[in-house]
C-alpha cells in the first residue's frame, strides 16, 4: 500500500476513534485533510503536519468518553499519530 493510502486509512479511524469521544472538531479537520489528500497531497501533508505544533494541537488530545479516559483507544490514537506523522514526513 503506498504511502497516500497508508495516510487516508490513519485519517478515518483517528476520524472515527474522535468521534467516539465526542471530538467533532479535531474530527472535522482531519476529514478536510483526508478529502483533499487525493487532489493536495504535499499541501495535505503540510497541512496535517502543521497540526503537531503548539498548545491545543492534535498531539494534546485525549479521547474520553463519559468523563472516563479511555485507555485502549488513547494508546491506539498515539500510536496512529506517529505513524501519521511520519508517513507525512517522508511526503512533504
Known amino acids: 500500500m503506498n504511502d497516500l493510502k497508508n495516510i487516508e486509512q490513519i485519517l478515518i479511524r483517528m476520524t472515527n476513534l474522535l468521534r467516539l469521544s ?3 472538531g479535531w474530527a472535522e479537520v482531519l476529514d478536510e485533510c483526508n478529502r483533499k489528500l487525493s487532489v493536495q ?3 495535505s501533508t503540510i497541512k496535517i503536519l502543521s497540526l503537531y505544533g503548539g498548545m491545543g494541537s492534535l498531539n494534546d488530545v485525549i479521547l474520553y468518553k463519559n468523563g472516563q479516559p479511555l485507555f485502549q483507544e488513547n494508546s491506539e490514537f ?3 499519530r506517529g505513524n501519521l506523522y511520519q508517513l507525512c514526513k517522508k511526503i512533504k
Open 22 to 24: 465526542n471530538v467533532e
Open 41 to 43: 497531497p504535499v499541501e
Open 78 to 80: 498515539d500510536d496512529l
